[in-house]
Structures are given as C-alpha cells and as structure tokens.
C-alpha cells in the first residue's frame, strides 16, 4: 500500500504492524541541543502524521474484515 508523507511525497507499507511500530517510537525521539528545538517540532509532527495515517489505515482494514 502507499500513503503520502506529510511532505507530499508517495511512501511505500509493506508491512503496516512493523510501520506502526516504527512510527510510534520515532515520533518520540528528541534530539539535544540549543538549536535543535525547530527540528524536533518538525521531526516530531512528521512521525505523529505518519502514524496517525497508519493507525487510521489498520482501523478501516479492521472494520472491513469485521462485516
């Protein structure tokens, strides 16, 4: 399946549970230093749209198999 990142480009799932996984732990992910504060917002709103777009995707797959 592919889903289109926050910045418009296409990415390929071939695993969903793997990438859900992945996601889940990268948006949490900090870096330090005086001057990293903008890159951990952008970091951090990338990985959060990522994996709110897989949780999304895994929920309609769910509710599909369930009828």
């Not at 990268?26 to 917002?41: M, P, T, V």
């Amino acid at each position: 399946m592919e889903i289109t990142d926050l910045n418009g480009c296409p990415i390929e799932i071939t695993d969903l549970e793997e990438a859900i996984k992945i996601t889940a732990q990268y948006k949490d992910y900090k870096q330090e230093g005086k001057n990293l504060s903008n890159f951990n917002e952008r970091q951090k709103a990338y990985w959060t749209d990522m994996h709110e777009k897989l949780t999304a995707i895994k929920s309609r797959l769910n509710n599909t198999l369930k009828f």
